[in-house]
């Protein structure tokens, strides 16, 4: 057993190898290190004035993205969808405290209050598969014109976990 820790999250996963993707943050298989090689000081940054308001619009976006996911995860029957909204709503909430980590932030007070879904499975996936595009994008073009390498180096790594969560809301669909 080996102890590894997430680049991006810094949370810990015990196990014989590297997991595919962070058990709590979905960064890929490249960004879990052993722990003695995780530096210290990783999120010690000082963000321009343009990544500062980057990190503002990722606390708003994900905050709503989870308050929507626990919204959607309320909603009796398919115990499927409601336990990929739940999931889905945890790792939004863990993307929004890596947010305020970086930015010396608290999380919301309301991040983890369910908001309104949008009234069907059907929708409330479409709705997902929206959120995902417009956060994979935003977090591109935020990691190009970071001038931060960690700050890069975390707008990339969750664009490619909300990339990972369109193919989710694909899959998704078929369990209507």
């Known amino acids: 057993m080996k102890l590894y820790r997430c680049r ?5 996963y015990l196990g014989s190898e590297a997991p595919s993707h962070c058990p709590f943050c979905g960064a890929h298989r490249e960004l879990m290190v052993e ?4 530096p210290p000081d990783i999120n010690a940054v000082d963000p321009t004035e343009t990544e500062h308001a980057d990190l503002e619009a990722s606390i708003e976006l994900e905050t709503s ?3 929507f996911y626990l919204a959607a995860a309320r909603r009796p029957g398919n115990d ?5 909204f739940k999931r889905l709503a945890k790792v939004e909430a863990e993307h929004c405290g890596i947010f305020c980590k970086l930015l010396g932030a608290d999380k919301p007070s309301d991040l983890m209050t369910p908001s309104e879904s949008t009234g069907s499975w059907a929708s409330d996936i479409q709705d997902s598969l ?8 935003l977090y591109h073009t935020f990691a190009e014109r970071a001038t931060s390498e960690r700050l890069r180096e975390v707008f990339a790594a969750i664009a490619d976990v909300e990339t990972d969560h369109i193919a989710l809301d694909e899959e998704a669909e078929t369990y209507l």
């Open 8 to 12: 991006i999250c810094g949370d810990t």
């Open 35 to 38: 722990a003695r090689e995780f």
């Open 65 to 67: 993205n989870t308050r």
């Open 130 to 137: 929206k959120r995902e595009k417009r956060a994979t994008g």
């Open 80 to 84: 499927a969808l409601r336990s990929y």
